[in-house]
């Protein structure tokens, strides 16, 4: 860390997550949908068709009711992570993983929560990622009442724990992002006395939390993205990108200095990134540029960024007018302000009604173009009860 500050308990109970995932993490998941849109140029003119398929029947009884909080593809299958049981009261979560892929008849979804379950237990799955040859998967487990970052990887049915090996970095808290850059990993999350990060290559750790200032005492790592020269890191009340062991500071030249940074991406020249308050930005060079004039209703939270070859898919949350949560959707073209920017929340399924579009990514496996969109639907406030929901998104 950049700052040392004197050692504080701030182990947080199991109320302050369940707060916390719901404002930041949460996507809670079930059902899909099928809509046509039509993304625009900066001129309004159509200039292609995007159409999304509903592969809802393939989820079955998984994650119902339940969150998909991530989605992972290598190519071949595409997995799902998140937690099956999301309640205020009495404040349980059940970790879910399940492997989404193409089968003869169309998807299929096998629930793979038997492999995970004893390691992330009473938590979650939050983050994964493929390095070529098997899976590796972070989260949370609550042993008596304690918060502690938990990791495994998979290898088909093969499951190694490593949360010894990481235990000293994440106890009291959770591993909520990791990326490969094609020789080691990289772990995001928090501890009982703050954020955490570290590098894993094989059994070796190194300790990285202290080149990130640590601003938030609660706070966490969301994001981790590598674009073949850099990491791009992100989290609540963190910004930057990381080369080597030098970390340049991107959050006072942010607008995220009060909230967080939750999603993002490269499109082979800048780092389109967003967060809380509905706000996304390019970075190039290190450098903070304006960027994209969300609209009005799109004011909680930048959840998805993905690039593609006519611009950018950005997803999350907004604010109805009688102060409910509604997933937005809306597609860029890299344009600054609000050209270029097309709106398409409106056709977002009926299944997201209620929730949000939290995450997802490309899925080869079911088309060349395909990308998969995760999120959350019919969501109570009051219960914290939700259902999933997937929509699959094919670019011509």
Known sequence: MATNPAPVNHRMTRAQRIEWIVVILVAVACLLAVWSLVVSGGSGTPDRTVSDVDVTPALGPVFHPG????????????????????????EF???????????????????????????????GTYALGWNGSGWLVGGQATWGG?????????????????????????????????????????????????????????????????????????????????????????????????????????????????????SGAWNGSAWLVGGGGGRAVLVRDDQVLPGLGLPNAFDQAVLLIINYSGGWIIGGKGSTDTGGTVAELVTWTGESGTAGLSDYSSQVPSTFRGGEIQGGGWAPELGARDVLLVGEGSYDQDTGFGVGAMALLSLP
């Open 146 to 262: 304690n918060n502690d970052g938990t990791l495994v990887a998979l290898h088909g049915a093969q499951v190694t724990n490593f949360t010894a090996l990481i235990y000293p970095y994440f106890a009291g808290g959770g591993i909520f992002a990791l990326g490969w850059n094609g020789t080691s990993w990289l772990l995001g999350g928090n501890s009982s006395t703050g954020i955490a990060l570290v590098a894993v290559q094989g059994t070796h750790v190194t300790n990285l939390t202290r080149l990130v200032p640590d601003r938030d005492p609660l706070g966490w790592f969301q994001l981790i993205v590598w674009n073949g020269n850099e990491w791009m890191l992100g989290g609540e009340q963190i910004l930057g990108t990381l080369s080597g062991t030098v970390y340049h500071d991107l959050l006072p030249s942010s607008p995220f200095g009060e909230t967080g940074v939750y």
């Open 93 to 123: 979560t059940l970790p879910v993983l399940a492997d989404l892929r193409e089968g003869p008849a169309g998807p299929t979804v096998e629930n793979l929560t038997a492999l995970v379950n004893p390691y992330f237990y009473e938590g």
């Open 67 to 90: 969150i998909i909080l991530g989605a992972g593809s290598n190519a071949t299958d595409t997995l799902l992570a998140g937690v099956g049981v999301y309640t205020i009261d009495p």
